[in-house]
């Protein structure tokens, strides 16, 4: 019998220690791997592991979590088991806790809607007053036979009894102010306490808890560290630039910046952070080519609506992000920050891991991060497109920007400390040199003009020739001498033999073919005014119309 109570206290006791409820732990965020679009959230909480089963609850889990990115390491145990789950608050059971307040708060309400009932008794008898008074006929005057004594007395009767009742008036005025205010205090207490009564304030004010739930199996008691990590797309970061050019210096001080927003639902509190050129959100499926086939086209006719949409696809231009217009600040240690940041390459990404802590709100604010620096020489060149604008645009051309790893996007652009304007990035160039728009110059004059003279229409047999000659001039108004490149063209033909363009003159401009863009390479001296011309011939049946020309 005394074995049988031994067991069956035993067994008691076993139940009661697994019944015992587990306390959720506040998961510390680490560190946070932030991609184009989406972000890695790395955790890291110190456990103590006894031999066998142990199950681990942690919250300061983002509501956004992709529960398929989810995993788990441990180094002193196995992992069994890790899963996300959420958690409602129970609706506590009512009680008759605060039934002797809601009756005295309900006492209260109702003695002050007596008081404001009494008031607005009083200030009728007012108003009924002063209307009689200002009603009467001696104080209106309407009696001929009454003395002037007596009108006298009237008016001084009128006056004494309309400031009684104004000074009655303003003082009740005020007392009903007063019981308004604590008749609507009252009432928000009224409600605080039906919530409490109810526990319905619990419910209300509770979210429902995420929480990851951890299972590790020990053979042994030990103290460890576990470590998780998941996915959410509530992140993501842009490129934004600062290129900061000195005539003195000839270099160009290129920042690399990422503009970084985050709405995980969770504050990144003290974290280090990556940022990573790559997408997961993206596809990331090699497509898969099917047959081609061809055959006789039954309708000629197309869709107008149809053309219409494809027009407008092929005119679109791919839209960029524009960043706020806060000002970048000189900073005496600003040039120390790249000491944090090691850049690492794979195959198809790169990252900036950041050796310092950031604390980022969750509120989808943008906050910036620089993530690089490179000072490089440039080239200083002018260039102008006279047949589009005959302004010079200063240019600075750059080697050795593909060592940035940097991607499209906006940069401000200053010149010799001066804000100059924002200019496109495009680092998918596959050029070796990368242009830089230092912004226009009004001290060089350049004219585009076509020479009438020489520029004439003739027939031979079947055929029509066009023949035009066009000449630029361009001044350089400095006291220095300056490179210029000059750009125009020819019209290059497409789709037919029978249009024919010839180049006859070019005043040795550089000439590609393919795209009929000229070239003129320059070196102005001080003040210097140089002449270009080339002339040209397009030759086509005549009895057609050319489109474009």
């Not at 008794?121 to 009454?146: H, S």
């Not at 869709?303 to 524009?322: C, F, G, H, M, V």
């Not at 200063?394 to 050795?400: F, P, Q, V, Y």
Request: proline share 2%.
């Amino acid at each position: 019998m005394k074995h049988i109570f031994l067991s069956i206290v035993s067994l008691f006791l076993i139940c009661g220690i697994n019944a015992e409820s587990i306390n959720p732990q506040n998961a510390k965020l680490q560190k946070v791997t932030v991609y184009v679009s989406g972000a890695h959230m790395y955790y890291s909480e110190s456990v103590t592991l006894k031999t066998g089963n142990n199950e681990f609850i942690f919250e300061n889990i983002s509501p956004f979590i992709n529960e398929a990115s989810l995993q788990a390491s441990c180094k002193n145990g196995v992992i069994t088991e890790v899963k996300h789950q959420l958690i409602y608050i129970e609706k506590p059971i009512i009680s008759k806790k605060y039934d002797k307040e809601i009756v005295m708060v309900l006492d209260s309400i109702e003695d002050v809607n007596f008081g404001l009932q009494d008031i607005k008794n009083k200030l009728y008898v007012l108003e009924t007053e002063k209307t009689m008074l200002l009603n009467n006929r001696i104080m209106k005057g309407q009696q001929l036979r009454d003395s002037l004594a007596l009108l006298r007395d009237g008016l001084i009767l009128l006056r004494e009894r309309l400031n009684s009742i104004y000074e009655q008036n303003l003082k009740l005025e005020k007392q009903k102010s007063k019981l308004n205010k604590k008749l609507n205090k009252l009432n928000e207490r009224y409600k605080e306490l039906v919530l409490l009564q109810s526990g319905q304030n619990l419910i209300n004010n509770e979210q429902a808890k995420n929480q990851i739930v951890v299972n590790i199996f020990s053979e042994i008691n030990t103290n460890t560290q576990v470590l998780f990590n998941y996915f959410v797309s509530q992140a993501s970061w842009i490129p934004q630039y600062d290129l900061q050019a000195s005539s003195v210096t000839g270099n160009l001080n290129l920042k690399y910046f990422a503009s970084l927003t985050q709405n995980t639902g969770i504050q990144w509190n003290n974290v280090y952070l990556t940022l990573s050129t790559s997408n997961p959100s993206e596809n990331n499926i090699k497509p898969i080519l099917n047959p081609w086939f061809l055959s006789y086209q039954q309708y000629l006719r197309k869709d107008k609506s149809i053309l219409k949409k494809q027009e407008i696809r092929s005119n679109a231009e791919p839209s960029s992000s524009k960043y706020g217009s806060d000002d970048v600040t000189e900073d005496a240690d600003e040039k120390y920050l790249t000491d944090y940041i090691t850049m690492t390459e794979n195959l198809i990404r790169t990252e900036y891991e950041i050796a310092m802590k950031y604390t980022i709100s969750s509120d989808a604010k943008s906050h910036k991060v620089m993530i690089n620096q490179k000072e490089t020489g440039m080239n200083l060149k002018f260039a102008t497109v006279p047949k589009i604008c005959t302004d010079a645009f200063l240019l600075a051309k750059i080697t050795g920007w593909e060592e940035m790893n940097i991607l499209p996007g906006m940069a401000r652009v200053y010149f010799d400390g001066s804000y100059v304007g924002e200019t496109y990035l495009n680092s998918s160039t596959t050029q070796d040199t990368l242009d830089i728009n230092l912004g226009r110059d009004k001290s060089i004059a350049v004219s585009r003009n076509k020479i009438k003279e020489k520029s004439k229409i003739k027939f031979i047999n079947d055929e029509k020739i066009d023949r035009r000659t066009i000449e630029i001039i361009v001044k350089n108004t400095k006291n220095i001498p300056i490179d210029m490149l000059i750009e125009d063209q020819i019209p290059v033909v497409k789709g037919t033999n029978e249009i024919k363009v010839k180049l006859i003159s070019s005043s040795n401009g550089e000439l590609d073919e393919n795209s009929g863009i000229l070239k003129w390479d320059l070196k102005l001296k001080a003040k210097e005014q140089v002449k270009i011309k080339f002339e040209y011939e397009i030759s086509y049946p005549k009895d057609k119309i050319i489109v474009g020309l």
